[in-house]
């Protein structure tokens, strides 16, 4: 199906208009049961007791621009305990804000104990074609060095003794799914692991070389009107994006994974989808990829309604995409070397 760049642009401004209207009342939704192999990086996070944490914007100057990020601390606050730290980027046309009432992100940092951060894009929007020698879709943007601000971002809050250098993951909704999966391939040495959710590749960039295997969880609906399931062949200025098949075929790929393993999750909700697992077994490297096909689902945030149908069609509710990011994210750590080994961004 044929999306230009126009359509996508107005159909997310009406989201941004729609996105901090009260939330439809609906049970919390826990991660779904993922099967997967043992993970030799680092042991599945405990689940701790709910609490309730604190927000605090970091505002800091990164190239000539002022970028400001909203940070979710679990409570009470521990400077002496790094935590792990989960990096949420917004999608096209809305903010920070917006994608923190969305994902409902603070309520699983805080049973769970990590860090939580959303930042903003310049003009609402995550450049993730920026320095890679691809055009941009419209030629007016300026230039702004997002994977700059994000590690930039990162090294604010280790600095203040906040977070654990080894377990920085990265998870976007739409855009923003496309801006995690350039960070993943280009700046794979300093995220553990990341999740895009209705997110894809566009096809000038399938050329890239991963700087390792990335630990990669793909969510998708088969009914996205938006960032189509099946690829675009028309996607703003002549830019193409594949499909979410071909994503996860592609980091299964770079990541020289098994062969692919298929299972049909518990459909715990009549809400007219169904969740197709298809797991590709980390290889020697490491590198588990794990494709969440949605049948029947559209361009949502799986686990809770907030927009309406008739803009961005089904929400499933058969899970919580925040729980299940967390879920498959939190077994993943760096290399120690890595760490050690690395300096800061300028």
Not at 57 to 79: K, N
Not at 289 to 318: F, M, N, R, S
Request: proline share 8%.
């Amino acid at each position: 199906m044929l999306r230009p760049i126009g359509s996508l642009a107005a159909g997310l401004g009406l989201l941004a208009g729609l996105a901090a209207a009260p939330q439809l009342p609906a049970a919390d939704k826990a991660a779904p049961q993922l099967t997967s192999g043992p993970s030799s990086e680092s042991p599945k996070a405990p689940r701790v007791r709910k609490r309730n944490g604190t927000n605090r914007d970091v505002s800091r100057t990164h190239a000539g621009l002022e970028r400001v990020a909203i940070l979710h601390l679990p409570s009470p606050p521990e400077p002496a305990k790094p935590r792990p730290l989960v990096i949420v980027l917004h999608g096209l046309m809305t903010t920070a804000a917006m994608t923190q009432a969305m994902t409902r992100f603070d309520q699983v940092a805080d049973e769970h104990d990590f860090l939580v951060v959303y930042p903003d894009g310049v003009g609402k929007m995550w450049r993730f074609w920026e320095g890679t020698g691809r055009k941009p879709p419209n030629r007016d943007l300026e230039v702004v060095d997002d994977p700059g601000y994000l590690l930039h971002l990162v090294d604010t809050l280790a600095e203040e003794k906040l977070i654990d250098r080894r377990r920085v993951y990265m998870t976007g909704f739409s855009n923003g799914g496309f801006m995690a999966n350039r960070m993943a391939w280009e700046y794979g040495d300093r995220i553990a692991a990341i999740a895009s959710v209705a997110g894809s590749i566009p096809n000038q960039l399938l050329d890239a070389k991963p700087v390792r295997p990335v630990p990669t969880l793909l969510i998708h609906g088969t009914e996205d009107a938006i960032v189509d399931f099946g690829g675009s062949q028309k996607f703003g200025r002549g830019t193409q994006f594949v499909g979410a098949r071909d994503v996860a075929k592609w980091w299964a790929g770079k990541n020289h994974c098994g062969s692919p393993e298929a299972t049909l999750l518990p459909n715990t909700c009549d809400d007219g989808t169904l969740v197709r697992q298809v797991r590709y077994p980390a290889g020697a490297s490491g590198g588990e990829v794990c494709l969440l096909e949605i049948t029947g689902g559209g361009h949502t945030w799986p686990g809770k309604v907030i927009l309406p149908k008739a803009i961005v069609g089904t929400t499933c509710q058969d899970f919580s995409a925040s729980e299940a990011i967390w879920e498959f994210c939190s077994k993943q750590a760096l290399p120690e070397q890595l760490t050690t080994s690395r300096a800061p961004s300028p």
